[in-house]
């Protein structure tokens, strides 16, 4: 079978360029009545111009929170509470706000999972595409315009001359979700957050909408931060994958070495839950169990009520991130250890 | 094998106008929406069906008709006789574990609720032990039935659903997206108890998912829904080998397989068209590659084309020979 995606020019030159984005033991705190939570705790990676680093991890893992704790955009009480994140090698976590909230529209462009939540009901997409443009880039209102047109062409709209001129409502939720992709290019950003950019949609859908943001990366070099909890999502279109587990950042590495050859045990598990298309299998490899809440997570390795390989060591202490031959796992087991 | 239940030209329609009065003022037109739109299958004893398709496609409006939530508009539901001489009834299982469930109400009541109204069990202690029962074959504990379903997580919840189901001793289960709602790893306890509980209990599924990947792994057939009529129906082996509809062609096209991942995906795969105002003839054929004429112009009705398969297409003969099967002599 092809394995032509994560083999493309694009991400091996990707791999020795400045990293558009980089993230160093970040973590994000939640003070609460009861102690403090940590929500991200020591979170490091590097995102390369046209790269896509896929997140995945079971719900409340800490995928969106990492999204927003680089786009400045954490609900209070929840602060940055350690580490630093640069953008093109500007350090953002400590800007102050104003300053902020020009790179957001400026250098950071973002995709939630509901179209809705990102255009007004009561402009006409063009106008907003237009605005964005003219706030960010400045120029006329008409070359502004100009541009809001072929960004919606090329975002695959049909007949962009007329579908400038119509309201959010007037389009489908994959259309919507194709205007809101042309906004947050718009001011030409050289980062996308993109959180759970297809959960809301039929995977016919889901399929053009993928494609094109992989195409979009290939095209503009711009990088890609893609929340999801489908792994077949991030096969499909990421680089490398991070996958999270209770806040942690657990395994990071090029998505046909973690698909060929999991090395953490929850990413084994992960990959081997997921039914197949191939074949019937009689049972689904299972994880037993839950993951942690915030406030009880495990002593040592916060898998290890869960893992089936789980030894004395991950209940006393816990395993960091140490390299594998592509990338980086944190599990005792990793390079001939024991558990 | 005999059919559990036998669905015979199924319709149901919603009326979505306007208040009347509105109607009046405005002078809008009555509107209706055919949701389930004339469909028929069976599904066999102890087997399971399953239905597929994007969402809006009437799944939902099909296993409400069929649990008796919703009145079809016309055709018949029937469930046949189960071993007992007793007729076969189904119970629900729905996508959002909690919102099935009541908050106010501890897990013992929810699961000892269908005992009680269906006298299943006689006097309170046998009542309990069957709950603790239940308790133990959904994989929770009995300590669980003190606890209210805001102390469980989603996969959690989920099993409180299916105890319930069971509680009122059902043959037949209609799951509507029972796992859509739950992370993978979940996903996969959750649709390993109902493989397993089909075979412990004999059950038979009607099971309705998005999702092929599921689907596959739980069917012996399957119908794929399109606009509110099945435009495929086939045992599940045949239909992932060999899928004839183009729509079916293009559901398969479009899955994200971690297997063998492909970037290039069919560029022009359209958008489902509003059931409102579906397109004449052929619903599919905005979207169909395959589409000539008499798509535009005739609605294609379901037909048996052989190889234990059914299939709505006007160019189904084309499609049966070009994947080397032989055409059934109309
Ligand atoms: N306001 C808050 N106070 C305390 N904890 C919070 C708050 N908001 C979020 N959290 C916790 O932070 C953790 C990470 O949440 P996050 O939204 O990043 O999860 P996620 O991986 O995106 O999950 P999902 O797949 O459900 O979107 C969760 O345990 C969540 O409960
Ligand atoms: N109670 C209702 N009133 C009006 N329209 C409805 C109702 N229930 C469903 N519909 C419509 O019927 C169609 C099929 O819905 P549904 O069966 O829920 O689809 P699915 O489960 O396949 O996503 C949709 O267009 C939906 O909006
Ligand atoms: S460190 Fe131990 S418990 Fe954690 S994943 Fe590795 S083997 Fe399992
Ligand atoms: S009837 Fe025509 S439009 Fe419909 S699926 Fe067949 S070829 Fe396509
Ligand atoms: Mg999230
Ligand atoms: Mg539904």
Redesign the pocket.
């Known amino acids: 079978m092809p394995d032509t995606l994560t083999d493309s020019p694009m991400s091996t030159a990707a791999s020795t360029a400045e990293p558009v984005l980089r993230v160093r033991n970040l973590s994000v705190s939640f003070p609460g009545r009861r102690g403090v939570l940590k929500a991200l705790d020591d979170i490091s990676f590097d995102l390369a111009p046209g790269e896509i680093l896929g997140m995945v991890g079971e719900s409340g893992a800490g995928k969106s929170m990492t999204g927003l704790a680089v786009q400045r955009l954490l609900e209070p009480p929840g602060h940055i509470s350690g580490g630093e994140v640069h953008l093109l090698g500007q350090r953002i976590d400590q800007l102050p706000e104003a300053q902020m909230e020009r790179l957001r529209g400026k250098q950071i462009g973002a995709v939630f999972q509901d179209p809705l939540t990102s255009l007004n009901p009561l402009f006409t997409v063009g106008h907003q595409i237009s605005e964005t443009i003219r706030v960010h880039l400045g120029g006329s209102r008409r070359a502004a315009m100009d541009q809001a047109r072929e960004l919606l062409r090329r975002v695959g709209i049909p007949s962009p001359d007329d579908r400038v001129n119509h309201y959010p409502h007037q389009f489908s939720g994959g259309m919507r979700q194709r205007v809101v992709i042309a906004l947050a290019l718009a001011a030409q950003p050289r980062l996308i957050i993109a959180d759970e950019p297809t959960t809301a949609l039929d995977v016919s859908i889901q399929a053009q909408i993928m494609s094109l943001l992989r195409r979009l990366c290939d095209e503009t070099g711009v990088a890609m931060l893609l929340v999801t909890h489908d792994m077949g999502v991030i096969a499909q279109t990421a680089d490398r994958i991070a996958v999270m587990y209770a806040g942690r950042l657990i395994e990071l590495a090029p998505v046909h070495e973690v698909l060929r050859q999991p090395r953490h045990p929850y990413t084994r598990g992960l990959i081997g839950a997921i039914p197949a298309l191939r074949k019937r299998a009689p049972r689904l490899t299972q994880i037993d169990g839950s993951m942690p809440r915030l406030d009880s997570i495990p002593q040592g390795c916060a898998f290890n009520p869960r893992c089936p390989e789980a030894g004395p060591r991950c209940r006393a202490h816990r395993p960091e991130l140490s390299a594998t031959p592509a990338g980086k796992v944190a599990c005792w087991l990793n390079d001939g250890g024991v558990a | 094998m005999k059919p559990a239940l036998v669905v015979r030209d199924l319709s149901r329609v919603?009326d979505?106008s306007a208040p009347l009065l509105n109607r009046l003022i405005e002078r809008k037109p009555r509107m209706l929406?055919r949701?389930v739109d004339g469909i028929s299958f069976e599904v066999p004893q102890g087997g399971c069906l399953s239905l597929v398709?994007e969402?809006?496609?009437?799944?939902?409006?099909?296993a409400r008709l069929v649990t008796g939530l919703y009145r079809p508009t016309d055709g018949q539901i029937e469930f046949s006789l189960g071993d007992s001489g007793d007729r076969i009834h189904a119970h629900m299982i729905f996508q959002d574990p909690y919102a099935s469930l009541n908050p106010r109400w501890r897990v013992r009541d929810i699961i000892a609720e269908p005992i009680r109204e269906l006298g299943l069990r006689d006097g309170e202690s046998a009542t309990r032990a069957r709950v603790d029962e239940l308790l133990g074959i959904v994989g929770l504990s009995q300590r669980d039935a003190e606890k209210f379903p805001h102390e469980f997580s989603g996969g959690q919840r989920q099993r409180i659903s299916i105890a319930r189901a069971l509680a009122g001793e059902p043959k037949f289960l209609v799951c509507d997206e029972p796992t859509s709602a739950l992370d993978v790893s979940v996903q996969a306890q959750i649709l390993n108890l109902m493989r397993s509980l089909q075979d412990e209990f004999g059950l038979t599924y009607l099971f309705?998912s998005h999702d092929l990947s599921v689907v596959r792994h739980m069917s012996d057939r399957i119908a794929v829904?399109y606009l509110?009529r099945i435009v495929e129906e086939a045992d599940t082996e045949s239909l992932f080998d060999n899928p004839l509809h183009p729509y079916t062609r293009l559901l398969l096209q479009t899955i994200p397989d971690i297997e063998a991942p492909r970037p290039d995906v069919p560029p022009a795969t359209g958008e489902v068209p509003s059931?409102l105002k579906p397109p004449p003839g052929c619903t599919f054929h905005p979207r169909c590659p395959e589409a000539d004429d008499r798509c535009k112009r005739e609605v294609p009705e379901v037909r048996d084309v052989g190889h234990g398969r059914r299939v709505a297409c006007h160019r189904v003969a084309e499609m049966l020979k070009r994947n080397g099967m032989s055409a059934l002599s109309a």
């Open positions: 919603f979505v929406l949701a398709g969402s809006g496609c009437g799944k939902s409006t099909v309705i829904m509110g059931p």
